[in-house]
């Protein structure tokens, strides 16, 4: 057992009670921010004594969030009433699917936050590529993951006891936490900030007046662990005991009565405690979120409709007969010119002019088609036809849950063909590719024409392709179908000319036995990544692409 385990409490090992006690320092001391709750709706977490709060919607809209203009008592009266909004209410917030909390309402959330400090839990129930947005995890102090709690780890939630009033923390713990998170690779000064007083609410849990070495464990295991970026390293290890030590240095020996002396790093104790309590695949995990984090997995490019997808805020706008106009909006604006209006009309009744009305708005994302563009000639063709086999059908397995489609076009001989258009059957999938035929040239350009005619007319349809071409490189057939090299690279890089141009997102992966400097010229011209995976299997195959094309 490592020598700071005594200091660890046994129950700050289980996910469940890392959220119990962030509930109980959260209820000390709200200025920690909050807590980011990863969980499925179920027993688990309604079993969670989380705090009487008011209860956010990511489909909210600033009207219900902020107040405005209470509609149906301005329009009995004729003089303006205002509604308050649910940011107006004291205590703590709950934001219910907080991954899928739209950028807009973070930024918002997080405005109110800065200007007012107060409790945010985060009620998280994405899967592993969802997650809350940074800007509202940053503001809160803890995390709890709960995914993989099942009822009978439960404990009861502990009851209070004699809470201080005040906790002190000397400089040199100050200076120990800051130095900490530098060495986990933490950039923000809200952590250290949070861990300073979730050690000062650790004190007071347990009836001190000045924190230890034990509240301070404990306070960066739960800030410091789920933000850390890399693993915290022990500094160069100390000279020899029985080494001479050096000759003192009276010059430049400091005053004796100069004790404002700051460490350099942070004990070595507590940086065994952090660094056991961070997992072994942190590397992994971050580099999984920040391929998730831009575009999100299996997601299309987002795009403006009137008629259907996610509500967004109403705007100004004209019935040109497609819009649909939203109603209370319009009254909304119409509503405070009331009085003026009739009294310059002269006339009783409802006055609404062309500048009141507002149109609905609503946000729906493209599906998006993989067309994998397979290069089938050649002694290995059909090794690179089985690794592209295995992993259409397994980005098919995962596109049931994200909306995506795959398409195949394979190119041999002279020419190009489409074996698998658009779809998401795995039943049609495997019928399609039962039988690829392979051998005969590399027409490269005619592979690349046909994936993007494949991707216009799925551009037309409303999806959003990425083309992923799987080739050695060596192009040896020109567009019209002669064997020349020379003219069938500058074939090829017409077309990927022509395919920039269309603005079609691409991935080359080069399955040749040595990256191809032809390949990377390619790359460059698409301005799409390189990848060389000779001896990429369809399980590594799809795990590249994935990760690929949401960065």
Not at 250 to 274: F, R, Y
Request: proline share 7%; hydrophobic share 45%.
């Amino acid at each position: 057992m490592p020598a700071w385990a005594a200091l660890w409490p046994t129950s700050l090992a289980e996910a469940w009670d890392n959220a119990l006690l962030a509930l109980r320092l959260l209820a000390v001391d709200p200025g920690l921010g909050g807590l980011h709750l990863r969980a499925r709706s179920g027993p688990v977490r309604d079993a969670m004594p989380l705090p009487v709060a008011t209860r956010l919607h990511p489909a909210m809209g600033d009207d219900a969030l902020f107040g405005g203009i209470d509609l149906t008592t301005t329009l009995a009266t004729g003089r303006v009433h205002q509604q308050t909004g649910l940011l107006d209410h004291d205590g703590p917030l709950i934001l219910t699917m907080a991954e899928r909390c739209p950028p807009e309402l973070a930024a918002r959330l997080a405005m109110h936050l800065d200007a007012a400090p107060r409790c945010l839990i985060l009620l998280d129930e994405g899967t592993d590529d969802e997650a809350p947005r940074a800007i509202l995890t940053e503001r809160v102090a803890f995390y709890a993951d709960l995914s993989d709690v099942a009822l009978n780890d439960l404990t009861p939630p502990t009851k209070g006891g004699t809470i201080s009033a005040t906790a002190t923390i000397t400089d040199a713990q100050v200076a120990q936490i800051t130095t900490l998170a530098a060495a986990c690779g933490i950039d923000s000064m809200r952590a250290p900030t949070f861990a300073i007083r979730a050690a000062r609410a650790l004190a007071r849990l347990s009836g001190n007046d000045h924190v230890t070495d034990e509240h301070i464990t404990v306070a960066c295991g739960l800030v410091f662990v789920h933000r850390a970026t890399q693993i915290p390293e022990n500094t160069p290890e100390e000279a020899p005991a029985d080494a001479d030590p050096p000759p003192p240095d009276t010059a430049q020996a400091p005053d004796s009565d100069d004790d404002t002396t700051m460490p350099d790093i942070p004990d070595t104790m507590l940086l065994d405690a952090i660094r056991a309590l961070i997992p072994d695949d942190l590397l992994d995990r971050l580099r999984a979120t920040r391929s998730k984090a831009g575009r999100g997995a299996g997601s299309g490019a987002a795009r403006r409709s009137n008629r259907r997808g996610r509500p967004l805020p109403s705007h100004r706008g004209k019935l040109d007969g497609n819009a649909r106009i939203d109603v209370v909006a319009t009254l909304r604006a119409a509503a405070p010119w009331q009085t003026i209006r009739r009294i310059e009309t002269g006339r009783d009744g409802l006055h609404v002019r062309a500048g009141d009305i507002h149109v609905r708005r609503f946000q729906e994302h493209a599906d998006r088609l993989l067309i994998f563009t397979v290069d089938a000639s050649g002694s290995a063709a059909i090794a690179r036809l089985a690794e592209a086999k295995g992993a259409v059908e397994l980005l098919l397995a995962q596109a049931y849950g994200r909306r995506d489609h795959v398409a195949l076009v394979s190119f041999r001989g002279s020419g190009a063909e489409i074996l698998l258009p658009p779809t998401r059957s795995l039943v049609q999938t495997k019928r399609r590719l039962a039988a690829l035929p392979g051998g005969g040239g590399t027409p490269l350009a005619a592979g690349l024409d046909t994936a993007a005619e494949v991707a216009a007319q799925a551009r037309r349809r409303g999806m959003t392709p990425t083309i992923c071409l799987l080739t050695d490189g060596r192009a040896n057939i020109a567009r019209d179908g002669s064997a020349d090299r020379v003219r069938a690279q500058v074939d090829a890089q017409s077309a990927a000319q022509a395919m920039r141009t269309s603005g079609f997102d691409a991935l080359i992966i080069d399955t040749g036995q040595r990256p191809s400097t032809q390949l990377r010229t390619l790359a460059q011209t698409l301005d799409a990544p390189y990848l060389a995976m000779p001896r990429a299997d369809s399980a590594r195959l799809a795990s590249a692409v994935d990760a690929a094309l949401a960065d």
